[in-house]
């Protein structure tokens, strides 16, 4: 018996620190300041709306300048008005990373040589409009997908942080994904790998960069209100896109992974106790009926 109450106080006293590191890391524990970087770049991928938006509006907030990029112009430049009507400068690039030739890609890198970047969000991504199985994905989808979440995103890591290195300063975040790094995504195969391709290459780079003075961070949130998600209202389960990029913008040089969103977090540590199999069983059911409900949808519309 002896043993057991041994097991029982070290399982206690293992959850009494997770829950005490929990509140401290979620409430209590000093914001990353961004003092150091005012007046200086930030470029962020994919800020025409949603997730990358809400970055970009954040940065500005906290005296950084902002380099916008996505394909959409006109949402460019509004969003381009909030990150200025904050006292900060702004720049819009237009820009296809699904398409971009490599004069393209010349033409970003001399623009983006001209400014002061010291911090890159890596927040351009692409995934399915609908739950969809692995074999019956166009050829075509997920070459897209690959370029914009991993080629492309890949290329302009390589653009920015050449000159972080030199200047000994920088941050770096990579918008990856708790579907597909904190838990499984059948039906979103490509997608989902996608975003474990990016959790693992940026914990790759935290090593290779830290001695460089250079923050690397994998954010791997669950659901967030956007365009991609397709839920409009936030709620506890589902931060807006403005909550989740003000606690992300907090918690780094902190987590190299971090789940900034205090609810996703615990998701996420429910989840870690469930077995593998039988969360890919629940999750593959769920998508089939998501899919199914998607067909129907638009099944109604063209009638
Ligand atoms: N929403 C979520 O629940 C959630 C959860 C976990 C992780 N994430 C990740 O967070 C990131 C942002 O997600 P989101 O929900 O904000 O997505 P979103 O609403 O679909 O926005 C995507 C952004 O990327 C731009 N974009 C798309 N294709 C592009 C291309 N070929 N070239 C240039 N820009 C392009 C879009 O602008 P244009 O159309 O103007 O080009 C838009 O600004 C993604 O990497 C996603 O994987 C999202
Ligand atoms: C990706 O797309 C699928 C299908 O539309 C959707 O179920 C899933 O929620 C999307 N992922 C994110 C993170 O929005």
């Known amino acids: 018996m002896a043993w057991l109450s041994i097991i029982g106080a070290l399982f206690l006293q293992y959850s009494i620190f997770h829950i005490i590191r929990f509140i401290y890391r979620h409430w209590f524990r000093k914001p990353f300041s961004w003092e150091l970087y005012r007046g200086e770049w930030a470029v962020v991928t994919g800020a025409s709306y949603g997730i990358g938006a809400a970055y970009a509006v954040e940065l500005a907030k906290r005296g950084l300048n902002v380099a916008l990029l996505a394909r959409s112009i006109d949402k460019l430049r509004d969003v381009a008005q909030q990150v200025e009507s904050k006292g900060a400068k702004s720049q819009v690039i237009s820009f296809d990373f699904a398409k971009a030739s490599s004069e393209d890609w010349k033409q970003l890198e001399n623009q983006l040589n001209s400014l002061t970047v010291s911090v890159l969000v890596n927040n351009v991504g692409v995934n399915v409009s609908l739950p969809t199985a692995f074999l019956e994905m166009e050829e075509e989808k997920m070459d897209q997908i690959l370029q914009v979440n991993i080629v492309a995103t890949q290329r302009i890591t390589r653009i920015v942080v050449p000159k972080m290195v030199e200047r000994r300063k ?134």
């Open 170 to 303: 920088g941050v770096v975040l990579f918008l990856s994904s708790g579907g597909g790094v904190l838990s499984p995504a059948p039906y979103l195969s490509v997608y989902s790998g996608t975003k474990a391709y990016e959790n693992a290459l940026a914990t790759a780079l935290a090593g290779e960069l830290e001695s460089s003075g250079i923050i690397v961070q994998s954010v791997t949130p669950f659901f967030v209100t956007s365009e991609m998600s397709k839920i409009r209202k936030s709620s506890l389960a589902v931060p807006s896109a403005a909550r989740l990029a003000r606690d992300s913008l907090q918690s780094v040089g902190y987590e190299v992974c971090s789940n900034p969103y205090w609810f996703h977090e615990c998701i996420a540590t429910i989840l870690s106790y469930l077995p593998l199999k039988l969360q890919i069983r629940y999750v593959a059911k769920l998508h089939r009926g998501l899919r199914e409900k998607g067909l129907r949808k638009s099944a109604q519309k063209k009638e």
